[in-house]
């Protein structure tokens, strides 16, 4: 146990507690957690679900959902169970919110955890109102202490119904008190682009329109929808992955520095960023904006023809599109997104893309080709690996003088990506710290579901062209051609 972090004190009621995401990510994210010491002795888990558990009997499903993390010490994981009991209950039936309180207030005794409650929803998003009301209207909420409530995505499926939502939450919770996930904010290399950013002159000072040609975001996935198809079916990838985690990224890779690495001013910028990004009319919008679905092909089978997708279905499994933010530091700077499923290999990464020099004075004049000097490029790794790499031009050894790229890399060591916590852990502890740098805000939400709104309706109205990309691919022709027009490309390209 890592005796300088600072022990965390609370109840956590758990909806969803026999999730599959719970079972998959949030149990080790806390057990890493107590590995470490932020929490000790002075927390407990109320699990809920419709599930008839005894405390026991939850404690083994914690106990078997852990089983693959190394113990620091023997009976860790034994003595980490302890803190988990379990309450039966449907989520739409006040009188059990009753049976809830009692036992949170138990626990809160037993445990010592000084009225501090954190409430975890990772169930459907329909019954997110209906837990947020009875928690204030049966009178959950603690008179001591902190109540935090924690929210999985989605957040709405347009701007409409996600401020229904946030009507409802904020019947019950205080904006400071909500923590929207988006789990892509909890990765090592997404956080990384403000060190880079703020903590390095040579790049800061070149962060804008005098020098950067363009920004590039890739969001590749090498699955297709597998048991996912009935919920994805109803979402695409628009909903999926570019209103929360590619707009997440682009506002940080857009906005100015805060005036201090504080979650209120980091927020502030990210809400300034997100207000300058240009809402597409609707003819803009389809000029920038490409959808793309999947065929069969490379051995997998269409979309189309996965179970519990309709054979006509008009969802898109992929996106690409140029946004423009509309301020000084931006304007004329395109920042081209794309993400997709079944693509060629699975990866996150953000290209850079700087000026040529405006002169070169390398060219041969006697020959045609007369351009040898590359773009430089920063490419930071998201995922699998992380780091970062620029691209520069170098003299290639050798009689002559000609240039050619070279790379300066960095990439996390093994025993770096070890030390680095996996995003629902980083995030469940700044959400017990009562951190909101990295989740998403409610004007955030909002600016991101309005930019979108006019892209789903229009794409809700005319009838795509599906299938037209196969597995294996990077999307379709049309998202090359989107910066091709504009006579640019994928810095990620497929055979380069
Ligand atoms: P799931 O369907 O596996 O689990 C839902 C849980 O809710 C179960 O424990 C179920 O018993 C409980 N439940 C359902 N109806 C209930 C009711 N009326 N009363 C009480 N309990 C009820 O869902 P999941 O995959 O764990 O996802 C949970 C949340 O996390 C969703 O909002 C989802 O969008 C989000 N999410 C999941 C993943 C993932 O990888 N699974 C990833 C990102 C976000």
């Given at each position: 146990?890592n005796i ?14 026999t ?16 590995q ?5 002795d ?13 405390d026991?009997?939850f404690?083994?499903?914690?106990r078997?959902?852990i089983?693959d ?25 006040p ?8 036992r949170?207030e ?5 445990f ?5 409650r ?8 329909q ?15 603690s ?9 999985e ?8 119904s996600?401020?229904k939502l ?23 290399m ?18 804008n ?16 929808v597998?048991?996912?198809a ?31 690495f504080?979650?209120?001013?980091v ?51 992929f996106v ?16 081209y ?31 045609e080709?007369d ?15 992380s ?14 003088f ?15 990506k ?23 805000s409610?004007?955030?939400?909002a ?13 809700d ?13 990077m ?5 090359d ?12 390209r497929?055979?380069?």
């Amino acid at each position: 146990m890592n005796i300088l972090a600072t022990e965390n004190k609370a109840v956590i009621t758990l909806f969803g507690a026999t999730g599959d995401l719970a079972k998959r990510k949030l149990y080790t994210a806390l057990f890493k957690l107590y590995q470490k010491g932020y929490l000790q002795d002075h927390f407990a888990l109320l699990g809920t679900s419709r599930h008839p558990y005894t405390d026991e009997e939850f404690q083994q499903v914690v106990r078997d959902s852990i089983k693959d993390v190394e113990e620091t010490r023997k009976g860790e994981a034994a003595d980490f169970s302890k803190h988990f009991f379990y309450k039966s209950h449907d989520v739409t039936k006040p009188e059990h919110y009753t049976i809830l309180k009692k036992r949170i207030e138990e626990l809160d005794k037993q445990f010592g955890t000084e009225g501090n409650r954190l409430f975890y929803m990772s169930m459907a998003p329909q019954f997110f109102g209906t837990i947020a009301m009875n928690l204030k209207k049966q009178d959950l909420l603690s008179d001591e202490g902190f109540n935090r409530l924690v929210i999985e995505k989605p957040f709405g499926r347009d701007f409409d119904s996600a401020k229904k939502l946030n009507d409802e939450l904020s019947k019950t919770f205080d904006e400071n008190q909500i923590f929207r996930i988006d789990h892509y904010l909890g990765k090592e290399m997404v956080q990384n682009i403000q060190a880079l950013r703020f903590g390095n002159t040579i790049i800061e000072s070149l962060w804008n329109n005098r020098y950067i040609d363009n920004i590039q975001v890739t969001l590749s996935e090498k699955l297709g929808v597998e048991e996912r198809a009935g919920y994805y079916d109803n979402s695409g990838a628009l909903r999926d992955m570019v209103q929360n985690h590619i707009m997440q990224i682009v506002a940080q890779l857009a906005m100015e520095q805060p005036v201090s690495f504080t979650d209120t001013d980091v927020r502030v910028e990210k809400i300034k960023a997100l207000r300058s990004l240009r809402v597409y009319t609707p003819s803009e919008a389809a000029a920038n904006f490409v959808r793309g679905q999947y065929d069969a092909g490379n051995g997998t089978e269409a979309y189309r023809d996965a179970d519990g997708v309709a054979p006509d279905s008009g969802t898109e499994t992929f996106v690409a599109a140029k946004l423009m933010f509309d301020n000084y530091r931006w304007s004329g700077v395109p920042f081209y997104v794309r993400t997709g499923k079944k693509l060629a290999d699975k990866f996150t990464r953000i290209d850079v893309v700087f000026k040529k020099p405006l002169i070169d004075i390398f060219a041969d004049p006697r020959h045609e080709s007369d351009q040898t000097l590359n773009s430089n490029v920063l490419t930071i790794f998201v995922e699998p690996k992380s780091g970062f790499a620029m691209q520069l031009n170098a003299k290639r050894a050798g009689q002559g003088f000609t240039t050619q790229p070279v790379d300066l890399k960095y990439l996390q060591s093994d025993t770096d990506k070890k030390e680095s916590p996996e995003p629902y852990e980083r995030l469940f502890h700044d959400a017990l710290e009562g951190n909101h740098t990295n989740f998403a805000s409610w004007a955030e939400i909002a600016y991101a579901w309005k930019f979108v709104d006019v892209i789903r309706k229009l794409w809700d109205i005319e009838k795509p062209q599906f299938p037209n990309y196969v597995p294996g691919s990077m999307g379709p022709a049309a998202s090359d051609e989107l910066l091709a027009r504009d006579g640019r490309q994928w810095v990620y390209r497929l055979n380069h």
